[in-house]
């Protein structure tokens, strides 16, 4: 939900002691300050949305709050803030606690927000290139699409934990698009690697999961 005043008025009055510490399986990239976040803590409170129009239009439910800590930029030079301050996520929802908990009902709301990284990752990429005007070369595309990027994502994944969750265009840039060059002497080929390269690991590491390792060298 955006956060106009209604719903600020309302976060203002969640006690402290109403927090729920979570910790996320998997770390969300925050955007504003350019890191991943993986601490958080949840609350709920009643919420009646859509008052501006008419009562039987109106409906309530749960206004359930996420707020992670706003990060200070100038805290690394030695200008920590006096107190905590934290910045603030809402969805509402009209499923019962019975169903789902503050807890459990957030996990499925950033289950939501993990697929919209891969959507806008796909938009960024393959998908950028629809619609071609024919729906047969549309559906053949998207195919073609989530193949590869299903593919390049297992290959992140092989690489090691630094490219695990690396979009597709970092990695096309850093292990794909490699500038090597292919010599042959002896009927025997051989790539040649960029000197110092920064991804020489992850790359021999993909290598050798995937073609199983290089021959040791004959005397």
């Known amino acids: 939900m ?19 510490p979570i910790e996320y399986t998997d770390a969300v990239y925050d955007e ?21 129009g008419k009562k039987a239009e109106q409906v309530t439910g749960r206004l359930v709050v996420r707020r992670i800590p706003d990060l200070n930029p100038c805290g690394k030079h030695g200008q ?3 107190f905590d301050t934290w910045r603030f996520h809402a969805f509402f929802t009209t499923t019962s606690t019975v169903h789902a908990d503050t807890v459990s009902a957030d996990k499925t709301h950033r289950g939501h ?36 990027f299903n593919l390049t994502r297992a290959a992140a994944t092989l690489t090691g934990p630094e490219l ?13 698009t490699v ?15 960029p000197a110092a390269w920064h991804w020489e690991t992850a790359w021999t590491e993909l290598f050798t999961r995937a073609c199983g390792p290089p021959p040791a060298p004959t005397t």
């Open 113 to 148: 927000a993990i697929i919209e990284q891969v959507h806008a990752d796909l938009k960024n990429s393959a998908l950028a290139h629809l619609p071609s005007g024919k729906f047969a070369a549309n559906a053949a595309w998207l195919v073609l699409a989530v193949v590869a």
């Open 179 to 193: 500038p090597a060059r292919v010599a042959s002497s002896a009927r025997r080929m051989t790539l040649h690697l």
């Open 164 to 176: 695990a969750k690396a979009t597709t265009a970092t990695v096309r840039r850093t292990v794909i």
């Open 2 to 20: 955006r956060l106009d005043k209604r719903v600020k008025a309302a976060i203002s009055t969640i006690g402290d002691d109403a927090w729920t």
């Open 80 to 82: 920590a803030t006096l």
């Open 32 to 52: 504003p300050t350019q890191t991943w976040v993986s601490r958080a803590e949840v609350a709920e409170i009643d919420f009646t949305a859509f008052t501006s």
